[in-house]
């Protein structure tokens, strides 16, 4: 299916400043799966998230793991509501399917068809738009595609479109989502909030709002956005998770796990879903949990570096120093770039003094990566503390 049609994950929270990086020697760092590529937003699972708001209290009616749950509904919002009103209508639900089952060519001929058969409406544009956008093939994250000119330009497009039409929810939707990957997060919540109010029970309007409300900093409200578009579509996982991963900002952890419990079990043979589990249960001390869910993350896909960084931690959180350096390592092969495994190693090998040498180099290393992390100078500054103090002691021997 084409990036552009499916449900947005929360991966976008890299972008939002919720969470602090962890420092010091003495305690390692992990990398939520749902952020693997930003390592600036690292959090120790035993600090938790930190936001800058006042934590929700916590739902007194968890969701059941166990229910039978409903198949998913359609990502794709409908550029029409009543098929049958009009033939222009009927294109437009032929080119909405279409586009659901990842046939852009189809649906573009039907939204071309829809546009002839009723020019003065906006919506066979606005679904041509759509499918062109689908073709830029676009990485899903918050400002992924900023300063892109193709999705700039057709982004302006459905803009001038939306002029003629403001009433069309799935218009508003789409140039929400197109702005959120721009990076203007401000324009999209605008977009997004009209859309949310022409489609009500639409899901995928909600989620999209969560998120463009988490690009604003506005985790409590994405909670409420997230939340509703789980209700809506329970059975999709990925909403499921994104509500997880929202929840697990604001420190509800337990209500996190619940959730990230059931994409799990909605996506077995997805290995985000359960590194993202897992994240949860090392964030709620949940280590040998923790370490299966990781575990078959990493069985399902082995080559993702923030899995075996999690893992690391997560078996030096149970003293398994040497298990836990292997999977440092094993990440560092993977991805030499990936900073908080570095650190990770580091801050592993510095409680050996016989290794100290090789922790300020795999410190270093993670230095010369991103000078400005503060972790990496927290932990290179305890290094320094602990070589003194070794050599104050071997002096004091003497």
């Keep these: 299916m084409n990036e552009m049609k499916r449900v947005m994950f929360l991966a976008l929270l890299s972008a939002c400043g919720g969470t602090e990086p962890s420092t010091g020697t003495n305690h390692p760092v992990t990398i939520p799966s749902a952020a693997p590529s930003a390592s600036s937003s690292a959090t120790s699972p035993k600090d938790g998230p930190r936001v800058d708001a006042t934590p929700l209290p916590s739902a007194s009616v968890k969701p059941n793991t166990n229910v039978a749950l409903p198949p998913p509904r359609p990502t794709t919002l409908p550029l029409t509501l009543d098929r049958k009103r ?11 399917d279409a586009f659901e089952k990842g046939e852009l060519t189809a649906a573009e001929a039907a939204y ?4 002839k058969l009723d020019p003065k409406r906006a919506a066979g544009a606005i679904g041509i738009l759509r499918v062109k956008m689908a073709n830029l093939n676009l990485p899903v994250e918050y400002a992924g595609a900023k300063g892109n ?3 700039d330009r057709l982004t302006k497009a459905l803009e001038k479109e939306l002029k003629r039409e403001p009433e069309c929810g799935a218009g508003q939707a789409e140039y929400g989502r197109a702005l959120l990957l721009l990076g203007d997060a401000v324009g ?13 029970n639409e899901p995928e309007a909600h989620s999209a709002l969560g998120i463009a409300e988490l690009a604003t900093g506005k985790v409590e409200p994405s909670v409420k956005a997230l939340k509703r578009a789980a209700e809506l579509d329970p059975g999709n996982g990925a909403r499921r998770g994104n509500l997880a991963t929202a929840l697990l900002m ?8 619940a959730e990230y419990e059931i994409a799990a079990r909605l996506a077995d043979t997805d290995a985000r879903a359960h590194a993202d589990l897992g994240a949860a249960l090392l964030s709620d001390g949940q280590l040998p949990r923790a370490i299966g869910e990781i575990k078959r993350a990493i069985e399902i896909d082995p080559t993702r570096a923030a899995f075996h960084t999690n893992l690391g931690y ?13 999977e440092y390592r094993e990440a560092i092969r993977i991805d030499a770039l990936f900073a908080s495994a570095w650190i990770n190693l580091g801050t592993a090998l510095a409680r050996n ?6 922790a300020r180099r795999a410190l270093e290393r993670a230095k010369a990566i991103d000078p400005t992390d503060p972790r990496v100078i927290e932990n290179l500054k305890e290094l320094d503390e602990l070589e003194k103090k070794s050599a104050s002691d071997r002096a004091t021997k003497k």
């Design 86 to 96: 009009s033939e222009a209508d009927a294109a437009l639900g032929r080119g909405d």
């Design 112 to 115: 071309e068809e829809a546009k």
């Design 149 to 151: 000119k193709d999705l």
């Design 188 to 200: 999209a919540k605008t977009a997004l909030e009209r859309a949310v109010a022409l489609l009500p």
């Design 250 to 257: 604001l420190g509800r952890v337990k209500e996190s796990i």
């Design 314 to 326: 997560a078996l030096q959180q149970e003293g398994k120093m040497d298990d836990a350096i292997r």
């Design 353 to 358: 003094p016989s290794t100290r040498a090789e």
